[in-house]
Each structure stands twice: as structure tokens, then as C-alpha cells.
């Protein structure tokens, strides 16, 4: 198991950008793919972003293709979602999750955080 955890949400104007971090504890982080995905109210959860193990490859959604940027630092740790040109729409909570390979699914993932709320105001 991993335990991680999400920070960086906020309140930003539409246009503008944030960063999400999460950090991972307790096993071995670059054995994990790591995921973010979003819930917002009212709807179900949905995938943003993965990266493998090392790195080398990523995934979006495609509602947020060149507007997000999924990366990670297995020295420190911690996946980040750098999010530019925010829509109102892009408000959710985020939650990031680590499972044996990079997939759209959630099913996939077995270890989640507890979230980060986003809200882009138009």
C-alpha cells in the first residue's frame, strides 16, 4: 500500500493555471503508475491524466490535452498535474491514485488520495 495525498487546489479565474502535487509514502513510489482523476458535484468520476512507472509515457483525457501536464519526480516521490488555461468546467475535486500500470480506468488504480478541490470562476 501507499498512502498519498493531494495539495495545490484553489480558487483561480478562468485562463489562469495551477499546479497539483501528490506525495506518496510508505512503499516503493516508482513501482506505482500514477493517475489524477476529477469528480464534480454531481457527476461521476472521471480520468484526467497517467504516467507510468518511469515517466516515459503519458495519457490525457481529452478534454484537457494541451492544457494539462502530468509529470513525476520518483526521487521526491510526488506526481504533479500542471493545469493551464482553466475553464469553469475544469472544477472538480482532483484526486490522484497509484496502481501497477498507467489506465484511464479507476478500477485499475488501488490506492487513492483523499482530493484536492479545483474551482475556476468565470
Known amino acids: 500500500q501507499v498512502k498519498l495525498v493531494e495539495s495545490g487546489g484553489g480558487l483561480v479565474q478562468a485562463g489562469g493555471s495551477l499546479r497539483l502535487s501528490c506525495a506518496a509514502s510508505g512503499r516503493t513510489f516508482s513501482a506505482y503508475a500514477m493517475g489524477w482523476f476529477r469528480q464534480a458535484a454531481g457527476k461521476e468520476r472521471e480520468f484526467v491524466a497517467a504516467i507510468t512507472r518511469t515517466g516515459i509515457r503519458t495519457y490525457y483525457a481529452d478534454s484537457v490535452k494541451g492544457r494539462f501536464t502530468i509529470s513525476r519526480d520518483n526521487a521526491k516521490n510526488t506526481v504533479y498535474l500542471q493545469m493551464n488555461s482553466l475553464e469553469p468546467e475544469d472544477t472538480a475535486v482532483y484526486y490522484c491514485?497509484?496502481?501497477?500500470?498507467?489506465?484511464?480506468?479507476?478500477?485499475?488504480?488501488?490506492?487513492w488520495g483523499q482530493g484536492t478541490q479545483v474551482t475556476v470562476s468565470s
Open positions: 491514485a497509484a496502481g501497477p500500470y498507467a489506465s484511464s480506468s479507476a478500477s485499475d488504480y488501488n490506492n
